[in-house]
């Protein structure tokens, strides 16, 4: 029962401000991109995979913002970030699955040319920030229902962030714009 309210209060806070959002969709790929956001929830293994990428953007002088959700009530006393990215956790968020924090507003609110979301599961948290990003671009995983992504991506159903990091490298170059 409280995992329907909660599903229910975050879908009415979207709805409401979906009405509002000022988002042009528009496709590019990593040839036409100049700035990109990246979001993903922390894990050791998939944090050196976006390390790798954010090499990649930056050898193409492609910026580019990261933001991590560290899934648990408090940062570890050795925890440390690389790359360098603005990092929240879940006492960041509040009871239904808003974040609360500007610098995640913040990033919502940057018009990136593509986002970037690494994530899995239907975490309420990304999923609202994936949902009101302006970006013009929307990159993800199919990993749940009615996602709010442009383009998809599916690997099979093991996790393996290499693989999907791979796939993006090889589709976002790949795709031809001179149809845009």
Not at 36 to 49: P, V
Not at 86 to 109: A, M, Q, S, T
């Amino acid at each position: 029962m409280y995992k329907t309210v909660k599903r229910f209060a975050l879908r009415y806070n979207l709805k409401k401000h979906l009405r509002a959002l000022p988002r042009r969709k528009r496709f590019f790929n990593f040839n036409t991109a100049k700035k990109i956001g990246i979001l993903f929830a922390y894990q050791k293994e998939m944090n050196e995979e976006v390390y790798n990428l954010i090499e990649y953007f930056k050898s193409k002088n492609i910026k580019v913002d990261v933001l991590c959700y560290y899934n648990e009530k408090e940062f570890p006393e050795n925890f440390v970030m690389r790359p360098p990215a603005n990092v929240f956790c879940r006492r960041d968020v509040n009871w239904y699955g808003r974040p609360l924090l500007d610098h995640v507003f913040e990033f919502i609110k940057t018009p990136f040319d593509i986002l970037i979301d690494f994530n899995l599961n239907d975490a309420p948290v990304t999923n609202y920030i994936v949902t009101l990003s302006v970006a013009k671009m929307k990159v993800g995983r199919n990993a749940y229902p009615g996602n709010s992504y442009d383009f998809v991506l599916s690997t099979v159903d093991k996790i393996d962030h290499h693989l999907f990091v791979e796939q993006l490298k090889h589709y976002m170059v790949t795709i031809d714009m001179k149809n845009d």
